[in-house]
């Protein structure tokens, strides 16, 4: 954790920005506060990107406070405080004190403008994002420093490692379910251990996950499998259900989802691989479903139902060279490294040894048939028709089944597939 002296010195670039922002709201009678993750992250040291401001003016005076002096404004959420600005290449969002209250059918707050800092920051999901910093840091004095404000323990707990709410966690996590999804990605992120009433708070709420967009539930799953090592993240959803509410639409801590945080902690894959292999206990078919109902994108779909087919067809069939050389053949040459670390996930060390021979002893990344379409209309004197399709079909499944052929074989093959066929 550093020092408030380290923080304004490590603020300084932004301070250029903010700061002459922050004394136009000052010199109109209002205060401006740094907030939320930019705080947290510059008090562990790591860089801070997302620039948020929260202030007691309303809308209408953050604009005029903002000046025209932008290289960009953005209104879109002005009717819930937030007005975006684009300052020296810097994006930053200035969002009314909230003093808001959510309807228990919907996670969408029923804005109410407040005037406290406090109660602001009371209403964040985590103590560590519920930290600020008054504007304008002083820059001129000798000992200047920055004034953390910290009225929930936030700076505390990130020394602690420890994940707690503002408010009682059942008042948070029924405000906003998502922050059920939340609190793992921040757990797994910053190594954090939550508060035993959190834990059982996420337990109690899972099934209000439903209320939440399955947009934004899938968002959040993507960002705890892109960590590095989202195990205690996935622990945690494990333990309180939420993992079942995510992926199945249901919270009955049946063991339908084929989930083993280690193995997805250890692999060397991304989000694709991890994502693949914490849904492999669905199968493929069960995959596709959870992932449409996810509204996952085609392609994100597509590739994760596309290994663990894969992965599917090599356990059928075993480890065979025929059977590892269709599964990468069905995957394409841009998934078969992703393959191989599904099946590293999967302890499958025999698929994994086979995969590694095949690769260096043929190229799994040229597995069509070995003559175009070009090449079989001149060789067999054929007409274009379906014919030469079925042709490159057989040749592909030679190859499949019984390895490379130099073209020479290839052509012998074909010879004695169209006499046959004749």
């Given at each position: 954790m550093i020092s408030s002296a380290e923080i304004t010195q490590r603020l300084q670039p932004l301070v250029q920005v903010v700061n002459p922002l922050a004394e136009r709201f000052v010199a109109a009678g209002f205060r401006l506060y740094l907030v939320g993750g930019i705080v947290r992250d510059l008090l562990l040291g790591q860089p801070g990107y997302d620039v948020d401001l929260t202030t007691d003016a309303r809308p209408a005076d953050i604009k005029r406070c903002i000046g025209r002096e932008?290289?960009?404004?953005?209104?879109?959420?002005?009717?819930?405080?937030?007005i975006g600005?684009?300052?020296a290449s810097w994006d930053l969002e200035i969002t009314t004190h909230r003093a808001e209250a959510y309807d228990p059918e919907s996670r969408k707050p029923s804005v109410s403008f407040g005037d406290d800092l406090d109660e602001d920051l009371s209403r964040r999901d985590f103590t560590i994002n519920a930290i600020a910093i008054e504007l304008p840091v002083p820059v001129t004095a000798n000992d200047a420093v920055a004034v953390i404000l910290d009225p929930y323990g936030g700076v505390a707990d990130l020394t602690a490692s420890i994940l707690r709410t503002p408010l009682s966690p059942d008042v948070s996590f029924n405000d906003d379910p998502l922050r059920l999804m939340r609190a793992a990605r921040f757990a797994a992120r910053f190594k954090l251990?939550?508060?035993?009433?959190?834990?059982?708070?996420?337990?109690?709420?899972?099934s209000r996950l439903s209320i939440v967009s399955p947009e934004r539930v899938a968002g959040e799953l993507e960002r705890l499998l892109a960590l590095?090592?989202?195990?205690?993240?996935l622990a945690l959803l494990d333990r309180t259900g939420v993992l079942d509410q995510a992926i199945l639409g249901r919270r009955d801590l049946a063991d339908d989802v084929g989930r083993s945080t280690l193995e997805l902690a250890a692999s060397e894959g991304g989000p694709l691989v991890r994502r693949a292999g914490l849904l492999s206990?669905?199968?493929?078919?069960?995959?596709?479903?959870?992932?449409r109902s996810l509204r996952y994108s085609n392609q994100h779909r597509r590739d994760t139902v596309r290994l663990l087919t894969a992965i599917e067809m090599i356990q059928s069939a075993g480890p065979t060279d025929a059977s590892v050389r269709r599964a990468a053949a069905l995957v394409g040459k841009d998934l078969v490294d992703d393959l191989r670390k599904l099946a590293?996930?999967?302890?499958?060390?025999?698929?994994?040894?086979?995969?590694?021979r095949l690769s260096t002893s043929e190229n799994l990344s040229d597995l069509d048939?070995?003559?175009?379409?070009?090449?079989?209309?001149?060789?067999?004197?054929?007409e274009?028709?379906?014919?030469?399709?079925?042709?490159?079909?057989?040749?592909?499944?030679?190859?499949?089944?019984?390895?490379?052929?130099?073209?020479?074989?290839?052509?012998?093959?074909?010879s004695r597939w169209l006499r046959q066929d004749s």
């Amino acid at each position: 954790m550093i020092s408030s002296a380290e923080i304004t010195q490590r603020l300084q670039p932004l301070v250029q920005v903010v700061n002459p922002l922050a004394e136009r709201f000052v010199a109109a009678g209002f205060r401006l506060y740094l907030v939320g993750g930019i705080v947290r992250d510059l008090l562990l040291g790591q860089p801070g990107y997302d620039v948020d401001l929260t202030t007691d003016a309303r809308p209408a005076d953050i604009k005029r406070c903002i000046g025209r002096e932008v290289e960009a404004l953005w209104t879109q959420g002005e009717r819930f405080g937030t007005i975006g600005v684009r300052l020296a290449s810097w994006d930053l969002e200035i969002t009314t004190h909230r003093a808001e209250a959510y309807d228990p059918e919907s996670r969408k707050p029923s804005v109410s403008f407040g005037d406290d800092l406090d109660e602001d920051l009371s209403r964040r999901d985590f103590t560590i994002n519920a930290i600020a910093i008054e504007l304008p840091v002083p820059v001129t004095a000798n000992d200047a420093v920055a004034v953390i404000l910290d009225p929930y323990g936030g700076v505390a707990d990130l020394t602690a490692s420890i994940l707690r709410t503002p408010l009682s966690p059942d008042v948070s996590f029924n405000d906003d379910p998502l922050r059920l999804m939340r609190a793992a990605r921040f757990a797994a992120r910053f190594k954090l251990a939550p508060e035993p009433g959190l834990e059982q708070a996420a337990f109690d709420h899972a099934s209000r996950l439903s209320i939440v967009s399955p947009e934004r539930v899938a968002g959040e799953l993507e960002r705890l499998l892109a960590l590095p090592d989202p195990s205690t993240g996935l622990a945690l959803l494990d333990r309180t259900g939420v993992l079942d509410q995510a992926i199945l639409g249901r919270r009955d801590l049946a063991d339908d989802v084929g989930r083993s945080t280690l193995e997805l902690a250890a692999s060397e894959g991304g989000p694709l691989v991890r994502r693949a292999g914490l849904l492999s206990g669905l199968g493929s078919e069960g995959a596709d479903e959870a992932l449409r109902s996810l509204r996952y994108s085609n392609q994100h779909r597509r590739d994760t139902v596309r290994l663990l087919t894969a992965i599917e067809m090599i356990q059928s069939a075993g480890p065979t060279d025929a059977s590892v050389r269709r599964a990468a053949a069905l995957v394409g040459k841009d998934l078969v490294d992703d393959l191989r670390k599904l099946a590293i996930n999967q302890g499958d060390a025999e698929a994994v040894a086979t995969l590694d021979r095949l690769s260096t002893s043929e190229n799994l990344s040229d597995l069509d048939s070995p003559l175009s379409g070009a090449e079989i209309l001149t060789i067999g004197g054929l007409e274009p028709g379906p014919r030469v399709g079925e042709a490159q079909k057989y040749l592909q499944n030679h190859r499949l089944e019984h390895g490379p052929m130099s073209h020479s074989e290839a052509v012998e093959l074909l010879s004695r597939w169209l006499r046959q066929d004749s």
